[in-house]
């Protein structure tokens, strides 16, 4: 069984940071990409950052140049670093692995965190 358990969520003021981390754990054998989307209230989920496992990158328009997701790849661990964040970035946060083999050669096509919820607020 393979699951993602995200950590690093809270309450920030606007312009504060925070930094997620999520860690994938079970027999796993690959992960083609890991990634963080968000759902506020009321609201669809959305793709804010993922990350593939040769480090090629893609972000929402909204947080270019102020969210930077990494990957330790030996750890199956992604982080997304939050900086200049703004009330419009509350939401909960799930962390996402898309494309995953196990060990035992089980092909899952998307495996979803529990969600953090972050919320920026004065």
């Known amino acids: 069984q393979v699951q993602l358990v995200e950590s690093g969520g809270g309450l920030v003021q606007p312009g504060g940071s925070l930094r997620l981390s999520c860690a994938a754990s079970?027999?796993?054998?690959?992960?083609?990409?890991m990634g963080w989307y968000r759902q506020a209230p009321g609201k669809q989920r959305e793709l804010v950052a993922a990350i593939t496992s040769s480090s090629s990158t893609n972000y929402a328009d909204s947080v270019k140049g102020r969210f930077t997701i990494s990957r330790d790849n030996a750890k199956n661990t992604v982080y997304l670093q939050m900086n200049s964040l703004k009330p419009e970035d509350t939401a909960v946060y799930y962390c996402n692995g898309d494309r995953v083999i196990t060990a035992g050669g089980y092909f899952l096509s998307q495996v979803w965190g529990q969600g953090t919820q972050v919320t920026v607020s004065s």
């Open positions: 079970g027999n796993i054998f690959s992960i083609y990409a």
